[in-house]
Nanobody, 115 residues
Framework: QVRLVESGGGLVQAGGTVIISCASS????????MAWYRRAQGKDRELVVE???????DLAESVKGRITISSDDVNNMVFLQMNNLKPEDTAVYYC?????????WGKGTLVTVPS
């Protein structure tokens, strides 16, 4: 069993930057893929970015040029930095990981960008 815990969300002004983190109870090198998803109020969950240890494998058009993915392998954490935030980035952001064909999800962290 793997536990993922997101943190770092909050209220960020438009044009600002947010860094959200995902702490894993397991070794992140064991994951086949990891991803960040988000769900805005009243909308379906959407993929923000999917990545492996080799790099980004899928990326939402809406965030292209605005995000950076990084990791702390010692502490089993991954980070999503998003720049030039827009009100439409307001959502709950979820960390996702696949291990042995099974998906794991965190409970999410809310990022709010007021208009």
């Amino acid at each position: 069993q793997v536990r993922l815990v997101e943190s770092g969300g909050g209220l960020v002004q438009a044009g600002g930057t947010v860094i959200i983190s995902c702490a894993s109870s397991g070794d992140i090198s064991d994951f086949r893929t990891m991803a960040w998803y988000r769900r805005a109020q009243g909308k379906d969950r959407e993929l923000v970015v999917e990545f492996t240890r080799a790099g980004i494998t899928d990326l939402a058009e809406s965030v292209k040029g605005r995000i950076t993915i990084s990791s702390d392998d010692v502490n089993n954490m991954v980070f999503l930095q998003m720049n030039n935030l827009k009100p439409e980035d307001t959502a709950v952001y979820y960390c996702n990981a696949y291990k042995l064909g099974f998906p794991y999800w965190g409970k999410g962290t809310l990022v709010t960008v007021p208009s």
